[in-house]
């Protein structure tokens, strides 16, 4: 895992998944938060687990709400074209026009977002 921070952004970049279910995404915020005093985080999409997309499955409510109840705005990037779920673009999308959490393309958008 690769950590930077820009201005008082944590950019974390990993090849390993880091959010398995709702504990590591816990064990993630708090050791972000706390090696880096930033309360915003982006974080690479291949880092998350892969169940965390399929919303009926009910980890992205519990995990993001674990985000917003530690007031850490989040951003997700990568590529998210190969999924077809309806639920899930129209979640992407409410989430998108929030101000907590959003999921993006590239890095630059996840600041982009997060900075506003």
Same mark, same amino acid.
């Given at each position: 895992? %690769?950590?930077?921070?820009?201005? +008082? ?25 706390? %090696? ?57 999308? %409410? ?9 993006? +393309?590239?890095? %630059? ?8």
């Amino acid at each position: 895992m %690769e950590t930077k921070v820009i201005n +008082e952004i944590a950019v974390v970049r990993s090849k390993e998944i880091i959010i398995k279910d709702v504990q590591s995404a816990i064990d993630f915020v708090m050791s972000i938060k706390y %090696e880096t005093n930033c309360n915003k985080i982006a974080l690479n999409k291949e880092a998350i687990i892969e169940e965390f997309f399929v919303l009926s499955k009910g980890l992205a409510g519990e995990i993001l709400q674990k985000f917003i109840n530690y007031q850490v705005k989040f951003a997700i990037y990568g590529d998210y074209s190969k999924y077809t779920s309806k639920p899930l673009k129209d979640f992407i999308y %409410e989430s998108n026009n929030g101000k907590d959490i959003f999921f993006v +393309e590239n890095e %630059e958008e996840a600041m982009n977002k997060l900075n506003r």
